[in-house]
């Protein structure tokens, strides 16, 4: 049989079931309520792929996904899950794992530019008003029109303050640009500082080919640390977003290939959705439609099925839904609709299994070999290969240490840009208006008849005059630089 037609097993119901290799890019989904097994689930899928060389990219939202790293053996429910299902050939293992942290404490630092985020993502990031949002993509178009990089968050802090400060002058080319939008533009972004996020923008910026790698034959599952990352939703949901666009953006098409180039498991799922506006809800539709023929299977983790748009839901052709409660009529409409976007099995009533499941079991439904989904089926979901525990953090540093990405990202570039464009913009004007002021005040003195008497009064105040001119201009540097590096604060 061709490698694409063996199926990676996952679980067991009447008989083996399992996700074929050449239709794992076709995406899925892994749905159920708290404690059901969704994340055993996820581990599973994870270590089936990398046992086939595809390299996998999840978030690790609840901290206790380390232990992939190392072989199982740890748990006793782990043991009685493998003699239950009477999985003979079933051996304990490790896999290859790189760590990744946007706050660069737990794993390898990850970090894009402002740039490369953009002004759409980036109003996603701000929680910003249409209006607010607008005003950005303006700031960004003068930065791109002026040449001015907008690589951190303090390129992007300056580039707004000078917006403001030159409304007047941008009016003309760009329409109206109020204090209050810039106000409340530079008071989320302050937010996303204190949320760390100075950290996430800069260079070196991660390129996406560095989750695509494997090693001793198996693909390297990619662990985002997310626990803290999870506090600050829209900054979690927005980046996951934005790393598989670039990564759409960088991979050749390849059609639909014998096994996926790489799996992106998008866990809590639901928050990328929530309160998005229009514009981000049909650049995720159109992602997920066309990164399939990049060679990436996208496997999105949440609660309900109804958590996400009718037009993602129906790109998702694998699907594993675990147990939903049924307690309230809004539960009851939940599970109802999670029923009817499954397959359905004259032997087995969907609406009612779904509530009746245990922790670890599932309804499961794959795509055969034409594309078709299988019919839903009720099982036991395969116990996971790796260890359930977590790593120490000694045994996550040894982790990192090893890894082939460790010193690449860690130190961080600071190069000029945005911020030190324009503020030695600043200082050159300021030092330009002392020089002027100081010509004025000595074609002054030199324009004065010698031969005129002076009284002492009269030359007093001329000092005085030169002095206050000088004075002045110095105070305009002073107000041109507090401008843009926000030293001092504003008279």
């Not at 051996?91 to 630092?109: C, I, K, M, R, T």
């Not at 540093?397 to 570039?413: M, N, Q, R, W």
């Amino acid at each position: 049989m061709p490698p694409q037609d063996t199926p990676l097993v996952v679980a067991r119901g009447t008989g083996s079931l399992g996700i074929l290799p050449g239709m794992a890019n076709r995406h899925g989904l892994i749905a159920g309520a708290t404690g059901t097994g969704k994340t055993v689930s996820l581990r599973v899928l994870a270590e089936q792929f990398s046992s086939i060389g595809v390299p996998v990219f999840m978030a690790d939202v609840k901290g206790d996904l380390s232990g992939m790293a190392r072989p199982g053996g740890d748990h006793a429910k782990v043991a009685e899950r493998v003699q239950e299902l009477g999985l003979s050939g079933f051996s304990y293992q490790g896999f290859p794992v790189v760590f990744w942290d946007l706050f660069a404490e737990q794993g390898h630092p990850v970090r894009t530019t402002v740039s490369e985020m953009g002004p759409l993502l980036l109003s996603r990031i701000l929680d910003l008003s249409d209006t607010q949002a607008d005003v950005l993509t303006l700031v960004f178009r003068v930065a791109d029109e002026q040449g001015l990089l907008l690589l951190d968050l303090k390129d992007l802090q300056a580039m707004v303050r000078y917006a403001g400060e030159h409304a007047k002058e941008l009016k003309t080319a760009y329409g109206n640009i109020s204090p209050a939008t810039i106000g409340a533009i530079q008071r989320s972004l302050l937010a996303l500082d204190d949320q760390g996020g100075a950290k996430f923008f800069g260079e070196p910026s991660l390129e996406p080919a560095a989750f695509m790698k494997q090693s001793g034959g198996n693909g390297t599952i990619n662990i985002l640390a997310a626990d803290r990352l999870l506090q600050s939703p829209r900054l979690y949901s927005t980046f996951l977003l934005w790393l598989l666009s670039e990564i759409y953006e960088q991979l050749p098409e390849v059609g639909d290939p014998e096994k996926p180039a790489l799996v992106f498991f998008f866990d809590e799922a639901h928050l990328l959705f929530a309160d998005a506006p229009k514009a981000l809800l049909e650049k995720v539709v159109l992602v997920v439609r066309l990164i399939r023929s990049k060679g990436v299977g996208v496997y999105f983790v949440t609660q309900n099925p109804l958590d996400l748009p009718d037009d993602v839901l129906g790109q998702l052709g694998n699907r594993v839904q675990h147990a939903l409660r049924a307690f309230t009529p809004k539960d009851q409409r939940a599970v109802r609709a999670a029923s009817e976007t499954m397959r359905q099995n004259p032997g087995l009533d969907v609406k009612t299994a779904i509530t009746e499941l245990r922790t670890g079991e599932a309804l499961v439904s794959f795509l055969d070999r034409k594309g078709s989904p299988g019919v839903t089926e009720r099982a036991f979901i395969y116990p996971p290969m790796s260890r359930l525990a977590p790593l120490t953090p000694g045994e996550r540093d040894a982790v990192i240490h090893s890894s082939p990405f460790f010193g690449t990202y860690e130190k961080a570039l600071d190069r000029a840009s945005a911020y030190e464009m324009l503020a030695s913009r600043a200082e050159a004007s300021a030092v330009s208006q002392s020089k002027k002021e100081e010509r004025e005040t000595s074609q002054k003195r030199t324009r004065a008849p010698a031969s005129a008497p002076r009284k002492a009064g009269t030359d007093m105040l001329t000092r005085m005059a030169g002095s206050a001119a000088r004075a002045a201009g110095s105070q305009v540097g002073r107000e041109i630089i507090r401008g843009i590096l926000g030293s001092l604060a504003k008279k």
